[in-house]
């Protein structure tokens, strides 16, 4: 059974930072390209950055230069460290496999609040 497990959410005053990890199992992690999305309340949910399995990576207009997205293959893990978070950052974020079959997590929730 596939399984993708979002941790590192959580509260932070505006300027902070998180790191998001996801551990997907299951599934032969270092053949997967995988991708970070999140939705806010009343929104479309929204691609925010991919990561190829060579660690090429795309990133949303809007995060560009606050976030990054890694993997660790080793570590069966994709990462997105988020710095300078704003209010507007404020969403369900999940994971995904974005090569083969789609797989997503179930989310952890960031709230960006003063």
């Known amino acids: 059974q596939v399984q993708l497990v979002e941790s590192g959410g959580g509260l932070v005053q505006p300027g902070g930072s998180l790191r998001l990890s996801c551990a997907p199992s299951?599934?032969?992690?270092?053949?997967?390209?995988m991708g970070w999305y999140r939705q806010a309340p009343g929104k479309q949910r929204e691609l925010v950055a991919t990561?190829?399995?060579?660690?090429?990576?795309n990133y949303a207009d809007f995060v560009k230069g606050r976030f990054t997205i890694s993997r660790d293959d080793a570590k069966n893990t994709v990462y997105l460290q988020m710095n300078n978070l704003t209010p507007e950052d404020t969403a369900v974020y999940y994971c995904?496999?974005?090569?083969?079959?789609?797989?997503w997590g179930q989310g952890t929730q960031v709230t960006v609040s003063s």
């Open positions: 995904r496999t974005q090569s083969g079959r789609s797989y």
């Open positions: 299951g599934i032969i992690f270092s053949f997967l390209d």
């Open positions: 990561i190829t399995t060579n660690s090429r990576t």
